[in-house]
């Protein structure tokens, strides 16, 4: 086990003299919130991808399944291939007009960014 796993199940914590010390620390909760309140950016992006467009939705603030599953939704209804990682959707394609109508018609706030 390298160092850097061993501070992961510790949470840093070497070593104590409390014997009643717990070195489980609960997990924070992503807490889900509600689609109104979610300031979501769809713009085209083009850099490091070969001169292929894709669409960008980013500004998810939640739960990463809820926003894999937005991003499966988004994808089947663009009939488009895609992923959901670091936070943000990526469509394949130019597909911001689309967005933008399928998500103000799911109660987000989203906008267009960019150029």
Do not use: H, W
């Not at 061993?6 to 509600?34: A, H, M, Q, R, W």
């Not at 300031?39 to 001169?51: E, Q």
């Amino acid at each position: 086990m390298s160092k850097k796993d061993k501070n992961k199940v510790s949470g840093g914590y070497i070593y104590s003299t409390d014997p009643g010390f717990n070195f489980n620390e609960p997990e924070p909760e992503e807490l889900s919130i509600p689609p109104n309140q979610q300031d979501l950016r769809v713009m085209l992006d083009k850099k490091n991808r070969g001169g292929k467009a894709v669409t960008l939705v980013t500004g998810y603030l939640g739960k990463e399944d809820d926003l894999e599953t937005l991003g499966k939704f988004l994808k089947t209804k663009c009939g488009s291939g895609g992923t959901v990682k670091d936070g943000e959707i990526i469509i394949q394609g130019d597909f911001r007009q689309k967005i933008l109508q399928l998500l103000s018609a799911g109660g987000y706030k989203a906008k267009q960014s960019g150029g």
